[in-house]
Every structure is written in C-alpha cells, then in structure tokens.
C-alpha cells in the first residue's frame, strides 16, 4: 500500500509564499492524476490542483493564477508551489488521487495557517 507524506506547511502572511510537496512510498506513475486538496477548520475537503502523469495542469478557480502544481514521476513527488496566500487558503493540505478513489489512503496532512 502506497504511503502518501505531505509536508512544507507553516505560518505566512497574507502576500507569501509557501512550496509543499506530498512523497509516495511507491510509485504512482501509474496513476494517471494526481492532485492536492484541502480542508479549512469546519468546512468540508475540497480539491485544489490537479497534473497528469504528461503535465496538464488544472486548478480550482480560487487559486487559479497563484498556486502551481508540478510531479515527478521518477522522484514520486508532487509539488504545490503557493503564491500571494490569502488567509483563507489557512486549511490542511493533502495530496492523493483525482478523483478520490480510496486508491491511496488519506496521509496525515500538511497545515497551512495564513495570517498577519
């Protein structure tokens, strides 16, 4: 069973950036989609970005123009490069499959708090 182990979240202003990246213990070239979601305090998860095991890149609206997502499929790493955070982008991220299956269990998270 593939291990997903997210990392990278901290404490920014609103303005700053912050880079996470989500490490599989095995490989998930095979999985075609691999995305980040997130969860705010008392709202449900929602996703974020998508990236084909080719590139292609999708986003949700709201971070659409600020947030990137990139993988490397040899390195079994996807990456979410976050730019001019809001504070409401505070949640905890995760990364897994897009759509969610059950593919891959759900990994602990990382937390992103943006305040000033």
């Known amino acids: 069973q593939v291990q997903l182990v997210e990392s990278g979240g901290g404490s920014v202003q609103p303005g700053g950036s912050l880079r996470l990246s989500c490490a599989a213990s095995?490989?998930?070239?095979?999985?075609?989609?691999m995305g980040w979601y997130r969860q705010a305090p008392g709202k449900e998860r929602e996703w974020v970005a998508a990236v084909t095991s080719g590139g292609s890149t999708n986003y949700a609206n709201s971070v659409k123009g600020r947030f990137t997502i990139s993988r490397d499929n040899a390195k079994n790493t996807v990456w979410l490069q976050m730019n001019s955070l809001k504070p409401e982008d505070t949640a905890v991220y995760y990364c897994?499959?897009?759509?969610?299956?059950?593919?891959?269990?759900w990994g602990k998270g990382t937390l992103v708090t943006v305040s000033s």
């Open positions: 897994n499959a897009v759509p969610y299956t059950g593919k891959y269990n």
């Open positions: 095995g490989s998930i070239f095979s999985t075609n989609v």
